[in-house]
């Protein structure tokens, strides 16, 4: 496949070098990288693919990548599962276009979450059917000036979780991986009624990153106490910390942990040189959890998830109504969190 001045050549994104240049881009996030492609792909059994434009002299200006998922749901393009937002690195339209159409040609079932200032935003093909706000810290001032940039509000309950005596601790190991998501299956039972990615997604995330020292984990406790009750993990990319996951247990949010775990972030980051904390996407029906992040934030932005015109089939409304009714009956109280854990090792690949 050709450009007016170049080409485009299909590459795999978990070790193209191309691919891995073109990401590290201001452009990249994680969710594009060859890492987190890696993890993905390796827990869930995914193939994932992608293609690059090249200019006249071979190097990538623009790019796409994606994982072909066929199950009980039928077949459908992800671009790419369980990732807060991929904006394809995209020069233009015309670009889009041209890694796109076989993709976005009719029948075919389309999906990217990406950034609403994004070129796919435009593509009259695609429609929105979520929308979702994301939030970020710039780190552009010495640290008690950060302080002094999060508001009264944010002090307060950081001076108040210090009264409280929470302590954040920081693992960088496998361990601290390994505990934050018994505590994330916990919440997503209780509060939510929803199940958790498998334990091996979470371990495959830092084998993959572990080269370059990027994966953070900063578990939050209470004095006396030996198991945390909020954390985040944070990957660390391109000179940016992201808060990929975050969980806090209902009952002990009066003690502030949360606001330990974003000013600690905060303060690390600075400290590691970093230019940024994003603290991820909050849906638009989640109004207290996006509060609580612009109290740490100096912007944010709009997500949107983008799919191709149609309907769903009826076999996927099916699987997909079937899948509700399992994860309610998993996530009750009566079941044990091991169970309930392992459920979600069994079903977490057919929600993407």
Known sequence: MTLAAGEIVRVDPRWDDRWKELVLSTSGGPFVSPPWI?????????????RLALDAGGRPVSGLAWIPVSDARGHRVCSLPFSDWVDPIM????????LTDDLLAPGERFSVRCSKDSVPFEDTRLEVVDEAVRHGCRLDVPVPELYERIGAAARRSVTRSERRGVRVEIDTGLHGVRQFHRLQVALRKVKFRMLAQPVEFFERIWEAFTLEQAVTTMLAYLPGGTEPVAG??????????????MASLPGFLDDRPNDALYWTGIRWAAHQGLRMVDWGISGLDQPGLQRFKRKYSTHESRVVT??????????????????????????????????????GAMLYHYFC
């Open 38 to 50: 890696r993890a993905l792909s390796a827990t869930y059994g995914f193939t994932p693919m992608a």
């Open 91 to 98: 020069a233009d339209a015309a670009t889009w276009n041209a």
């Open 232 to 245: 985040v993990v944070f990957l660390r990319w391109n000179d940016v910390l992201y808060a990929k996951f």
């Open 306 to 343: 983008l799919r191709s015109r149609g309907e769903a089939s009826p076999a996927e409304i099916e699987v997909g109504s079937t899948l509700n009714a399992i994860t309610l009956l998993l996530t009750e109280d009566s079941v044990p969190e091991e169970v309930t854990a392992r459920a």
